[in-house]
């Protein structure tokens, strides 16, 4: 599969075109998830931001397409379709696998000497140069993997006993887990733009030190903060998420965006 080859459109599900835009968020999903988790962002956010929810093959609207199962040719295809949609500046939002998505896709952009995002929002993910300490699950057998499903509390009950529904959700949640278990961090000198870190005080799998460890990663101002919930607080505390985010935007869109106060 050329993911790069397929028109950029489908990438982005769910965004709201907004001609007063004069910055683009773009959202990246956690394993298994897709860019309906983004779906309404826009209305609790500046009327200026343009939100771009991104819809990684194999998933809602793009079940059909392959996903990926390693990292790299992922952040290759993202560096290329939404290199149209950079001509405004920009910001990465990430939960859990999409935080490592947004770190390095930076990173390949600057690889690249393209433009950078003004600012990283990482949410329910350790700093990436943190080893994990959960075992590898995408190879497991079947009903070993569903149970670990179970465990993540990631995905409804309804759905892990649904025989027709696992069937299509399976293979797009090995993958992802691969994408995630198949990451290996290399060390590049810090980024120059600011990252905002989330956690959940209730997650067992990311600690408030996992969080707080993200700020060696970046040259810029570094904030942390840490919201009700377990691993998927993104769900319960959107509104807390985007309060903060839309306080960060404000102060790095002051001294950048024409015309902002």
């Known amino acids: 599969m050329k993911p790069s080859s397929q028109p950029s459109e489908r990438w982005l599900a769910y965004r709201e075109v907004n001609p007063r835009a004069r910055l683009r968020m773009f959202c990246f999903p956690y394993a298994g998830g897709g860019a309906s988790v983004y779906r309404g962002w826009a209305a609790l956010l500046p009327s200026d931001v343009e ?71 990482a949410s329910g993910r350790r700093a990436p140069h943190l080893p994990p300490r959960e075992e590898d699950i995408h190879t497991l057998p079947e009903p070993e993997f569903i149970a670990k499903l179970r465990e993540l509390n990631g995905t409804p009950e309804e759905v892990l006993q649904h025989a027709e529904l696992m069937k299509l959700l399976l293979p797009i949640l090995r993958a992802d887990f691969s994408v995630n278990e198949t990451y290996v961090y290399k060390e590049e000198e810090p980024l120059d733009f600011p990252i905002s870190a989330f956690g959940g005080l209730g997650d067992e799998e990311i600690t408030r030190e996992d969080v707080e460890a993200w700020r060696q990663h970046t040259r810029g101002r570094f904030r942390m903060r840490m919201l009700p919930g377990d691993h998927f607080f993104i769900h319960g505390t959107k509104e807390l998420i985007l309060e903060a985010v839309a306080r960060d935007l404000a102060e790095v869109t002051a001294s950048v965006l024409p015309g902002a106060r």
Do not use: N, T, W
């Open 51 to 121: 939100v771009c929810p991104v819809q990684l093959p194999g998933r809602e609207s793009r079940l059909r397409d392959q996903p990926f199962s390693s990292p790299e040719p992922m952040i290759d295809a993202l560096a290329e379709v939404l290199q149209p949609y950079m001509d405004l500046p920009f910001v990465f939002f990430g939960h859990s696998m999409g935080g490592m998505i947004g770190f390095e896709l930076s990173r390949e952009l600057r690889r690249r000497g393209r433009k950078q995002p003004l600012f990283l929002f």
